[in-house]
């Protein structure tokens, strides 16, 4: 019923920035909420990590290894969270996955985008 769509990842040398953004839309009709988002991201044979994450009234939460680089943001009218990314690491070069925590009338779901490549090269 709601659809993540991710974009702004890519190629980038160490030290640069990059913006990832992700849009949550609905189907036609549907009414929807969205608590918290957040950006996760994972690397081949690891688990899924939490990289920063924010709630409705725009309260956020960072990874340790990311704290005074990176900053989330989101615009509640446009249902987008953004990711701005500073001082890139090599370390940093992961898929990215934007989520969000959605409700309905009925239930709550968890919703995840189709991953963005940031590739940070030393």
């Known amino acids: 019923q709601v659809q993540l769509v991710e974009s702004g990842g890519g190629l980038v040398q160490a030290g640069g920035s990059l913006r990832l953004s992700c849009a949550a839309s609905g189907a036609s009709g549907y009414i929807f909420s969205i608590n918290g988002m957040g950006w996760y991201r994972q690397v081949p044979g690891k688990q899924r990590e939490l990289v920063a994450g924010?709630?409705?009234?725009?309260?956020?939460n960072y990874a340790d290894s990311v704290k005074g680089r990176f900053t989330i943001s989101r615009d509640n009218v446009l249902n987008t969270v953004y990711l701005q990314m500073n001082s890139l690491k090599p370390e940093d070069t992961a898929v990215y996955y934007c989520?969000?925590?959605?409700?309905?009338?009925?239930?709550?779901?968890?919703?995840w985008g189709q991953g963005t490549q940031v590739t940070v090269s030393s």
């Open positions: 989520n969000a925590d959605v409700r309905d009338s009925r239930s709550r779901y968890d919703y």
């Open positions: 924010v709630n409705f009234g725009g309260s956020t």
